[in-house]
């Protein structure tokens, strides 16, 4: 493909990407009169798009297809390492990214999140690092984002409850099922705290957003009535209206020109027949997810930055880190309860918004001979798959065939007279050497560019603390009444929750990008997605991602001002 720009355009600041990380710029520099530019790989889809049906997969519809362009992934295999070839990573390509198919559990990180290292200790074969800024410096932000992206919710006092400069969520919690309150007396019987789990989903009508549906189909769907807080329904719609925010989807960005001092200058990208524009811009803030992000900057060369924009001292693509933890299930067998308790059990629709944070800190001599970072678990009543469901129950406990009344009663039990419920856990994956983002070379997309290549090892550590915590949460499954229990803690890398690759701190020879996420080595070069996170907390990272966002925005604006 021949790469000279075909076009030129240009504006005050340019976006890559316009997720969760890329929104918050957006909408903040529109709405302050900056000519913004937003280049999304992906399509703008709308709420008719999104239809509450399992066939229509998101993956199919909205992600990369593996035909133009894949990783190359690493992972362990024994003492060795194995190699393929994968799409696993790609969270969403669409206008407002991954953050149109989250299930929104907005939880803040923790004061102790930011100090890893200061508040822990070292751990041998980890590259734990304190924050260049504090608690205190994003909680304005935190605050923010409940506002404009609009999160529902009730504070309660709370062993684990992070400092608040607001008394509340500023919308009242989500209607709850019926058997929230099952959870609630279970776990204090236990001895633990259950906490009401704010979710970044409208349970009031918010500006042209309605309020949620109770559909049920909302993690790894997208919305149909607005009402999730996805950067496209909060951000984007409101920073194109303002007339300054022009974006240009299907533009696949493959290159950041920079200038003789090393700042960027513009950027290239390809549009959806293959042609080649360019961008140029007195900002560029580069927001397309934690492995893509390094990808882009890695492969931007120039005289200046002859290994890739910011590698001086090769800390681009280091340190990426998923997110450990697990899963578990209960399976209650509706024979088994009351017929009032069995109908409650069946109801679908209203989130199961609970959690347990009762071991975010672990201090238990018997498992470990320190204090040590522990998870969160957040208890959930999947989307509705029956499909899927019953494809997977056409095979029987010996992988044998079934079919006819056999195959008949097990869906029919599976559907009417069992409930499954779920719990997902949360920890810190710790950053190491073995776990980032480089170039492969020799595997290329169907631009012509190198791709990813991922390397995903862990930490035996991660696997400890996760298995802490599972137990625990089968431990409640089993004082709920549960028939069915049990829980498994993982190694493998989670495909929607990356972060780091480009971490940021104060020292450009262990970090990528400084206290504002500016890329080392320029002036005018930021990145705002998950990339910049040194460690990835105990909780999901979108809450983080979209709060440091903002606050980066206010920085940028500054920085215009003061050239002005």
Request: proline content about 5%; aromatic content about 12%; charged content about 25%.
């Amino acid at each position: 493909m021949k790469n000279t720009p075909l076009t030129t355009q240009s504006f005050d600041v340019c976006v890559v990407g316009s997720g969760a990380g890329g929104g918050p710029i957006a909408y903040e520099l529109a709405k302050a009169g900056y000519q913004v530019a937003v280049l999304e790989k992906g399509g703008w889809y709308h709420e008719d798009d999104f239809k509450k049906d399992e066939m229509l997969p998101r993956r199919n519809i909205f992600r990369s297809k593996l035909k133009d362009e894949r990783h190359v992934l690493e992972e362990p295999d024994g003492d060795d390492w194995s190699t393929s070839n994968t799409d696993e990573f790609w969270g969403g390509n669409i206008v407002g990214g991954a953050s149109n198919f989250m299930s929104g559990y907005f939880h803040r990180l923790k004061p102790e999140d930011f100090r890893l290292l200061s508040e822990f200790g070292p751990i041998d074969g980890a590259n734990l690092t304190d924050w260049p800024i504090t608690y205190q410096d994003l909680e304005p932000y935190y605050t923010k984002v409940e506002s404009v992206i609009g999160v529902s919710g009730k504070i309660v006092d709370h062993p684990f409850l992070e400092p608040r400069s607001t008394k509340d969520y500023p919308f009242p919690p989500l209607a709850e099922h019926p058997i929230a309150g099952w959870f609630d007396k279970a776990t204090k019987a236990l001895g633990f705290n259950p906490l009401p789990m704010a979710r970044a989903v409208l349970s009031q009508p918010k500006d042209k957003r309605n309020s949620c549906e109770y559909s049920g189909y909302c993690g790894s769907y997208g919305c149909r009535s607005g009402a999730k807080g996805s950067a496209r329904a909060a951000l984007m719609y409101d920073a194109h209206d303002t007339g300054n925010c022009k974006v240009i989807s299907h533009a696949k960005v493959f290159h950041i020109n920079t200038d003789n001092k090393g700042n960027a200058t513009s950027v290239d990208y390809f549009d959806r027949q293959g042609t080649v524009h360019r961008v140029t811009a007195k900002i560029i803030v580069v927001a397309c997810y934690s492995i893509e992000s390094s990808r882009l900057l890695l492969s931007s060369t120039g005289s200046n930055h002859p290994d890739g924009i910011g590698n001086r001292y090769g800390q681009l693509g280091k340190n990426l880190h998923c997110c450990a933890g697990g899963t578990g299930h209960g399976i209650f067998d509706l024979t088994k309860f009351t017929d009032a308790q069995a109908e409650a059990l069946k109801v679908r629709g209203p989130f199961f918004n609970r959690a347990l944070q009762d071991w975010y800190f672990i201090d238990d001599k018997s498992a470990f001979d320190k204090r040590v970072k522990g998870g969160t678990i957040d208890f959930v009543f999947d989307p509705p798959s029956p499909t899927a469901d019953a494809n997977g129950l056409k095979w029987d406990d010996n992988n044998n065939l079934m079919w006819g009344s056999a195959f008949k009663q097990r869906l029919k039990s599976h559907f009417t007279q069992s409930r499954d419920f779920k719990f997902e856990v949360f920890c810190d994956w710790l950053p190491t050497d073995n776990c980032h983002v480089s170039l492969d070379g020799s595997e290329k997309d169907k631009w012509g560019s190198p791709v990813a290549r991922v390397k995903v090892g862990f930490h035996p550590h991660d696997l400890k603390v996760a298995e802490y915590v599972v137990d625990k949460g089968v431990q409640v499954m089993k004082q709920m009444g549960a028939q069915e229990y049990y829980g498994n803690a993982f190694t493998q890398p989670t495909s929607n929750l990356i972060a780091g690759g480009l971490r940021f701190g104060n020292d450009p020879k262990s970090s990528a990008l400084d206290a504002d996420c500016r890329v080392h080595g320029t002036d005018n070069l930021f990145v705002t997605d998950g990339s910049f996170m040194p460690n990835g907390g105990s909780v999901t990272p979108t809450f983080t991602i979209y709060a440091n966002a903002f606050r980066v925005a206010d920085k940028i604006k500054q920085q215009i001002a003061g050239h002005s």
